[in-house]
Each structure stands twice: as C-alpha cells, then as structure tokens.
C-alpha cells in the first residue's frame, strides 16, 4: 500500500458520495417528461372539465336564487298561508267533532227518555186498566134489586188476551140479600162461534181440561170473583157466550153477553 492515496475498496463510499452530491447540484442531468396522451384528447378533456364546472355554477345560481332570491319571499308567504289554512281545517275538524260528540250524547239522552217514557206509558196503561176493573168490581157490589133473592150474575167479560184465539174471562157471582148459608155450585159457559162460516158452540169447562172444572167450582157466602182463560179452535171467532150458574145439576141462573 502506498502512503497519501486511498485503495480501491476505500474510494468506492467516496465515489458513490460525490455523485449523489452531484445529483443535487445545478450541475445534474435533465429529465424531460412526455404526455403520452394525443392533442384532440387532451382538448376533449379540457372541454368537458370546462363543462362540468358552467353546469355546477349555473346550478349554485338556481340553488342560491331559489333560496336567496326574489322568489323565496313567494315561496314563504304562499308556505305560510297553507299552514294557516291547515290549522283552520283542523279548528273546524276539531269542532265539528265535538259537535257530533255532543249530538250523538244528546241523541242517547232522548232514546233514554224515550224508552223510560214508553215504560211509563206502559205502567199507566196497566193502572188505568186495573182500576177501570176495580171500578167495576165495584160497582158490582152495589146492592142488588129489591126484593131480589138468590145467586145474580153482577159482572162478566170476556175478550182476546195478547192473540185472537186466546180469551180471558172475568166473572163475579153474587148472593142478594141476607143470605144465611154458602152457595155451593159451578159455571157453565157455551161459548158461541164460529169458523170457516160454520156455526159451533164450544162448552166451558172442556172435560178434557180437569184443572178448568175446578176454577170453575163456586163456594162464597156473599160473592165470589171468577177468572181464566181458554183456547178457540184455529181460524174461530167468538160470537157470544151464555153463562150458566149451577147447583144440584140444576140451572139457578142464566144470562146471555154478545161479544
């Protein structure tokens, strides 16, 4: 080795230093970079950028004016008086809401009143009829006729109960004058109708019904109050009835009533 100059293997960091200085220095190669991309290319993109950004300007223009300019006053005012219409509407749903609620609730009150005035009818009715009955009970018990003697007939009815082919009949018995023991005996009615324009007579108590023998049976010392029902044949109509007041297998009274 030779003294003042470096060996090979020691001047390579040295080289490899000088020349990356060299790289930065004013003094280093140029590069020139070529676009590789043809001219009516290039001019087709620049005019599409050019026409991108004229569209998104315009379109701020139209978005601010419709936002900030003379239009959007318009846009508020016509805004404000649909809103304000819109609580009018829904004031009016409102009250006429509570204005159905109210007839529906007064409605209710008046079929309420109705129902509990029909009832009251109803009752009226049913006690004016009961005290026309008593009335006549009544007057039934009015002394009889002078001089008159032995079991009367004071009082008889006999009319449809609900259905026409359904009767109900009331009688009242009586013993004139002072009598001094009971009066033991029965009722017989025939019963005067007729159906199709057939004439018929229909015999009271039925001997088919032993429960209507018995209502019939009579036992009083002053009066006595018979009362029951009975059923016509279909399609008959009641004429008139002969009451029939027995005793001993005897008639002691009899009367006629027209229907």
């Known amino acids: 080795m030779a003294w003042g100059r470096p060996s090979p293997i020691e001047a390579r960091p040295i080289v490899k230093w000088k020349l990356f200085l060299r790289k930065l220095s004013v003094s280093a190669p140029h590069m020139t970079v070529r676009s590789r991309l043809p001219l009516p290319v290039r001019a087709l993109f620049g005019f599409l950028v050019l026409a991108l950004a004229a569209a998104v300007g315009v379109w701020l223009y139209e978005y601010g004016r419709a ?3 003379p239009d959007r006053k318009d846009l508020l005012a016509e805004l404000e008086r649909t809103q304000s219409q819109l609580r009018e509407l829904r004031a009016d749903r409102d009250r006429y809401i509570a204005t159905a609620n109210a007839l529906e609730n007064q409605i209710k009150i008046e079929r309420s009143s109705q129902v509990q005035l029909a009832q009251q009818v109803g009752q009226l009715e049913a006690d004016r009829n009961r005290m ?5 009970f ?5 002394p009889t006729k002078a001089g008159a003697q032995g079991v009367v007939i004071r009082s008889f009815r006999m009319q449809a109960d609900g259905q026409p082919s359904h ?7 009586q013993q004139a004058g002072r009598p001094e023991r009971d009066f033991v005996g029965s009722v017989q009615m025939l019963v005067n ?3 199709e324009g057939r004439a018929m007579t229909l015999q009271l108590p039925d001997p088919e019904v032993p429960d209507m023998a018995k209502s019939l049976e009579l036992s ?5 109050r018979v009362e029951g029902a009975f059923s016509l044949p279909a399609g008959a109509v009641a004429r008139s009835v002969l009451v029939r007041i027995l005793a001993d297998g005897q008639t002691r009274v009899q009367q006629n009533f027209t229907l």
Do not use: C, I, K, N
């Open 132 to 136: 026309r009955e008593d009335l006549a």
């Open 220 to 224: 009083f010392r002053h009066y006595q």
């Open 67 to 69: 936002w900030a300019g």
């Open 193 to 195: 109708l007729t159906q």
């Open 138 to 142: 009544f007057e039934s018990l009015l």
């Open 167 to 173: 009767m109900r009949y009331r009688l009242l018995v």
